[in-house]
């Protein structure tokens, strides 16, 4: 899932609960920011061709256009030898040729634009199953229905999720929603989604995508859900950009991660 870029990478900053590491911000002057490179991609262990996007940030009273970044010289490698330099396919969309992402493996990006470069690595976690999802009525709001996603976690393993859920065949993109295993290593997931029944209703048709993404990816977004004024008990909202897993200062992530869905219809009992 690639992220629109928020105007001067709008992010807030608050104490993140249920965030291990303690991470340095780096606080934003909103009217005079210098636009920044926002880099975004991933690789997964569907068929490619795979895409990263380069943007620009704006500032923050400037229009919501986000101005793409031509001309950058792409590649992407694995640590089997395998080098796959992109193609733009459109201004600041950039796609692979050959590569096939595998879990396991590691995968590293670089990009040359101007007189810069960036980099970033991720490395493609096991796949977990995602068995099912089912619903329930919130036991705070009985008029409140969540999605859960079922799946049984491995024991011993470090292991980190992100979920993207489809409503009626349209992103739902108003939270971002992560998970780690640190407190539930070994179980049965049946955590709820905090998306509601403001969003869907009964016999809508719900579509959930279920990522395992590697712990850089999970930290990143995971600053980026409780800065941005969705994440659980958020109450602070002071500008700050989530720590990126790309050098040289880039906002955005790379990501290699798997993926798997279910569908089901929205029903409770």
């Known amino acids: 899932m690639l992220i629109k870029p928020y105007t001067t990478i709008l992010f807030f900053t608050m104490a993140a609960l249920l965030f291990d590491s303690c991470q340095k911000t ?5 009217n005079n920011a210098a636009p920044q490179i926002v880099i975004q991609g991933e690789v997964t262990n569907d068929p490619g061709p ?5 943007n620009k940030s704006t500032g923050f009273y400037s229009e919501n256009t986000f101005p793409p970044v031509t001309g950058a010289v792409i590649k992407i490698s694995d640590d089997q030898g395998v080098t796959d330099s992109l193609t733009e396919t459109s201004a600041g969309s950039y796609s692979t040729h050959i590569l096939q992402g595998t879990p396991g493996h590691t995968y590293t990006l670089s990009v040359i634009t101007g007189n810069n470069t960036y980099s970033a690595a991720s490395t493609m976690p096991a796949p977990v199953n995602l068995d099912s999802i089912s619903f329930r009525r919130s036991a705070f709001d009985t008029k409140q229905i969540n999605a859960i996603p079922n799946f049984q976690d491995p024991v011993g393993i470090k292991n980190f999720y992100q979920f993207i859920e489809y409503i009626n065949g349209v992103q739902f993109t108003k939270n971002i929603f992560v998970f780690s295993d640190r407190l539930s290593d070994g179980k049965y997931s049946t955590l709820a989604l905090r998306s509601d029944s403001s969003y869907f209703k009964v016999g809508d048709q719900l579509e959930i995508k279920m990522y395992c993404v590697d712990e850089n990816v999970y930290n990143y977004f995971n600053e980026l859900d409780q800065s941005s004024g969705t994440g659980a008990f958020n109450t602070t909202a002071s500008p700050a950009n989530p720590a990126s897993n790309i050098s040289n200062g880039a906002y955005g992530y790379f990501s290699a991660h798997t993926t798997q869905s279910k569908s ?3 029903a409770v009992n």
Do not use: G, N, P, S
Not at 26 to 30: G, I, K, M, S
């Open 26 to 30: 780096v606080h934003l002057d909103l």
């Open 50 to 54: 795979y895409t990263i996007t380069i």
């Open 264 to 266: 089901a219809q929205v």
